[in-house]
């Protein structure tokens, strides 16, 4: 095992250029839609070719200030676009079921903004809507697709941490607390959960399958969204998850993974490109890998979208790194944690 966690597998598609190029529009031309526009057209093949918002001028300022060749002062006007091959959905998570359902059935692939949509049942609406349209949908949760994530699925599938007893990961961010925002507007889904937390239990997954048990506790902004929770997710063969996440507070941003022959420590953040340092039972540090490909921050979008351009080539409708039940079982935990804690739910 030791060997093995010794000689480091490298990540299989470590260069997002090699995917096929399709034609993207951009559904909600927001702060995450320009990182993304930007990182495909640095780091990739893939083209932003429309953007779409619910203003014509904010349309027209976001192609122009991004390089993308056609902008429409509608969402309906962008999936008619016969030219656009794929939606990015990225709005807020309150708007993400009706978007992408707009998408689809427009008969267009679509990427969508973690969390896939508010609750399980939204999504599973969004799951059986791309299945019937025969459409590829996946969620846009890009530290799956990360070179060093890609480390972690081999030693993970190889065995070489043994027994994975207990997987922990933390993310907080500071946020000005603002009502009306979309982190802190129950109508728009708001809270730590849905929008840092769904990173947190997709590493659980990830690491030890959808739990068995589900135990969260956690505050409460004036709005009623969760603003700090605290959440241990218990898998069926006694691995537990100790997962904590805050609007409050700017935390590590570190995950581990730890079993009975070894134990995966990322760098921070744990959910964008940075890095890994491996250890033996003993506590022995065997390696520390950190990226080297120079795609920092919000450049790591590449991966997920040079990804969904390969599915698409090789004839999928999701994907095989995050399958679209297990974005949908994501969501049934959050669903429950935010029972727990006693979030406001606008549904
Ligand atoms: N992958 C990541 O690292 C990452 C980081 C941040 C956020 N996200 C995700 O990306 C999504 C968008 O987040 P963001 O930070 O980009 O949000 P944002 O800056 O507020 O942009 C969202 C866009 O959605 C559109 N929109 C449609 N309906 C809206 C409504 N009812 N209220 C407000 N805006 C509405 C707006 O564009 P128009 O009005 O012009 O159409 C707005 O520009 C969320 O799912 C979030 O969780 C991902």
Redesign the pocket.
């Known amino acids: 095992m030791a060997d093995t966690l010794a000689a480091l597998p490298g990540p299989r598609h470590p260069d997002p250029a090699d995917a096929l190029p399709l034609r993207w529009g951009v559904l909600?031309?927001?702060?995450?839609?320009a990182g993304f526009t930007d990182a495909l057209h640095r780091h990739t093949r893939q083209r932003v070719v429309a953007a779409g918002?619910?203003?014509a001028e904010?349309a027209r300022a976001f192609a122009a200030a991004h390089g993308v060749e056609r902008s429409y002062g509608s969402y309906e006007a962008l999936v008619a676009d016969p030219e656009v091959e794929v939606v990015y959905v990225?709005?807020?998570?309150s708007?993400h079921l009706a978007h992408a359902l707009l998408a689809i059935a427009a008969g267009k692939h679509v990427l969508i903004?973690?969390p896939m949509a508010v609750t399980a049942d939204q999504s599973r609406r969004i799951v059986e809507a791309a299945r019937a349209a025969g459409v590829f949908a996946m969620e846009?949760m890009?530290t799956r697709y990360l070179p060093q994530t890609d480390i972690v699925r081999q030693l993970l599938a190889d065995g070489a941490l043994g027994e994975v007893r207990l997987v922990t990961a933390d993310f907080g961010g500071r946020s000005r607390y603002d009502p009306a925002s979309?982190l802190w507007h129950p109508a728009?889904a708001g809270g730590a959960l849905l929008?840092l937390g769904v990173y947190l239990v997709s590493w659980s997954s990830f690491a030890i399958g959808p739990p068995a048990g589900i135990v969260a506790t956690g505050t409460l902004a004036p709005t009623g969204v969760d603003d700090q929770v605290a959440l241990v997710l218990s898998s069926a063969h006694g691995a537990q998850a100790l997962l904590s996440t805050t609007l409050l507070a700017s935390t590590p941003s570190l995950a581990t993974i730890s079993g009975s022959a070894g134990r995966i420590e990322t760098d921070s953040p744990f959910w964008g490109p940075s890095g890994l340092r491996v250890f033996d039972s003993d506590g022995t540090l065997l390696s520390h890998w950190r990226d080297p490909y120079g795609r920092p921050h919000?450049d790591g979008?590449a991966y997920e979208a040079a990804a969904l351009a390969r599915y698409v080539a090789e004839g999928r409708s999701e994907s095989p790194l995050h399958p679209l039940a297990e974005a949908v079982d994501t969501l049934a935990t959050i669903d429950e944690a935010r029972r727990q804690v006693g979030a406001t739910r606008v549904e």
Request: charged share 35%; glycine share 8%.
């Open positions: 909600g031309p927001g702060a995450i839609a918002s619910r203003s904010r990225a709005t807020p998570h708007e903004e973690k846009a890009w979309r728009l929008d919000r979008m």
